[in-house]
């Protein structure tokens, strides 16, 4: 052996891989980056795969007993992949002409690391490259240009990174839109308390984007007090498109032939009309199913979601803010209806040059942009117009799904950078080795075991896929899982204690009653559609009594 080096090539040696013997088995481990010296190419970077350890000498008799002292005669041996190194005009090149067995391999050193694998002159702090002090960069310009998707099982920490990169890109004036269904994203406002991570190691510190960042409601702030503003969709001349899109599984052709007489109508009559002229017109209609269509237009009525005074795209997407669209206690139809009318104004906005480049961020992207088949949302087609076209007009696309899937092949094809966490569920692993670059078997066993914090990337800035260890979030995590047995513990209380079997001692409730005890609220009066008997989708969405 050589002095320094971890191993020597031995056996048949390839050009893109070859097998190490290793005479120390605490010299390297499993994924650990190693170079040797090439005749043509000079240092070569490559990584070793997989490690196997076996013995000749190993006895029945040691094996029966269960002991064994003398383990030096163990063959321990390496199969390691090739990456390559830079030639002189700095694109990745692998040797051509195969390695010499016998030669010594050396830990590669960082420098080497980082030119060959191409993690230097970028400018987005991701974490760290899995077991080293080596910091991965991504390029804010690659990837809001070329789109990204974080995919993971539950609990494995894809919100946590969908965090830290919305944190890079706040830092850098990049305008978000974020699509929240879980309120998980309110917490940028807040830092980060020193005790929730270890800020030295990843060289980062606590900070809140509260001056950044505004939490918009489409419900109200009696249903999400934590919202700064109520967000409204234009309800202003609405086509027969936009109203069906709501609730496209309602609506017979007899139901679209009448709204679509009454909305052309008023077209002809009005330059300016609302969803109550609509609703007034199609109760003009002499068919029987007319009261079917009035009754779904005033469940959109009830829901409060349309306005004549909407919210403006300008005020939005705005240079270094971020605007989170928080859909506590929204249904899912409205949900999809107000992401496809809101993407669609955004998209329009973009192309005319109205707002400036920004990101559109996606959370549970396989409820808005569903696989054919699975299932269909008014939100589908113009998410995968922007994952398409939105990179000509400096319009980014970020989606975060557990379910790789169920997500629209045509919108995750079109992602250059995809931070890939554990996932275990086989239709998914099978969906990210056909649908992604870059992904193939050995890759697919590694997402099987990462553990949680540690994430796959596979980027067209980075020559490979990596293992990166995400940074610590300098905003605080609003994603936790909920402690239920702690929770239960709070909200306990001891069961009042029997005097004679088959008692039981008065509750306050039906003592004498005092000053403290209020008299029950007055009913209030059942809206037009409840009174006649339609329930209401109000009721639905928010839950009213």
Not at 235 to 245: Q, R, S, W
Not at 417 to 435: A, E, H, R
Request: glycine share 8%.
């Amino acid at each position: 052996m050589v002095r320094g080096s971890v191993g020597v090539i031995f056996g048949e040696a390839g050009t893109l891989d070859f097998k190490m013997l290793i005479p120390d088995s605490t010299a390297v481990h499993r994924s650990d980056y190693v170079k040797a010296w090439h005749e043509t190419d000079g240092w070569v970077l490559a990584q070793l795969l997989s490690i196997t350890r076996s013995s000749d000498s190993y006895s029945f008799k040691e094996a029966k007993n269960g002991k064994r002292t003398d383990k030096s005669g163990d063959k321990i041996i390496a199969d390691v992949t090739v990456i390559g190194t830079r030639d002189n005009a700095g694109l990745l090149r692998a040797p051509l002409i195969p390695f010499s067995p016998g030669d010594p391999v050396y830990k590669a050193d960082s420098d080497l690391i980082r030119s060959v694998l191409g993690l230097s002159g970028k400018d987005m702090y991701l974490g760290l490259l899995d077991g080293t002090n080596i910091t991965v960069q991504l390029s804010v310009n690659s990837h809001v240009q070329k789109h990204c998707s974080i995919l993971a099982k539950t609990g494995s920490g894809k919100s946590y990174t969908a965090g830290v990169l919305l944190e890079e890109m706040l830092d850098r004036n990049i305008p978000l839109l974020i699509i929240d269904p879980h309120s998980e994203y309110a917490s940028l406002k807040e830092a980060a308390s020193f005790d929730s991570g270890d800020f030295k190691k990843y060289g980062v510190s606590p900070k809140g984007y509260g001056s950044q960042v505004t939490i918009y409601t489409p419900a109200n702030k009696v249903i999400n007090p934590a919202a700064d503003e109520v967000f409204r969709l234009n309800g202003t001349n609405l086509t027969i498109k936009e109203l069906i899109a709501i609730f496209p599984d309602n609506y017979t052709s007899t139901h679209m032939g009448i709204l679509y007489e009454a909305v052309q109508k008023l077209k002809a009559e009005m330059e300016t009309y609302t969803l109550d002229d609509i609703i007034f017109e199609v109760g003009n209609d002499k068919s029987k199913a007319k009261w079917n269509v009035i009754n779904l237009l005033e469940e959109i009525r009830e829901t409060g979601i349309l306005s004549t005074n909407p919210t403006s795209i300008k005020e939005l997407i705005q240079k270094g803010r971020a605007a989170v669209i928080d859909f506590k206690g929204v249904a899912p139809d409205i949900q999809s209806m107000i992401v496809a009318r809101l993407c669609t104004t955004m998209f329009e906005a973009r192309k005319i040059n109205r707002i400036p480049p920004g990101m559109l961020v996606i959370e549970e992207a396989h409820n808005f942009a569903p696989e054919r088949g699975f299932s269909k949302t008014a939100s589908s087609e113009i998410l995968r117009t922007i994952a398409s076209e939105g990179r000509k007009f400096g319009l980014g696309l970020m989606v975060i799904s557990q379910r790789p899937a169920r997500i629209d092949k045509n919108v995750l094809s079109q992602c250059g950078t995809q931070i890939i966490m554990k996932v275990t569920n086989p239709n998914d692993l099978k969906s990210i080795s056909k649908g992604l670059e870059g992904v193939n078997s050995y890759v697919e066993e590694e997402l099987k075991r990462l553990p949680p914090g540690v994430a796959m990337l596979v980027s067209n800035d980075i020559e490979r896929p990596i293992l990166i260890d995400i940074r610590v979030r300098k905003a605080k995590h609003g994603g936790e899982s909920i402690n239920v047995l702690k929770s239960a513990r709070s909200v306990s209380t001891p069961m009042p204690k029997s005097t004679t079997p088959g008692s039981r001692t008065k509750t306050r409730s039906e003592s004498a009653p005092t000053a403290s005890v209020k008299s029950p609220p007055p009913k209030r009066k059942p809206s037009r559609s409840e009174e006649n008997g339609n329930g209401g989708l109000f009721k639905k969405i928010f839950g009213a009594k």
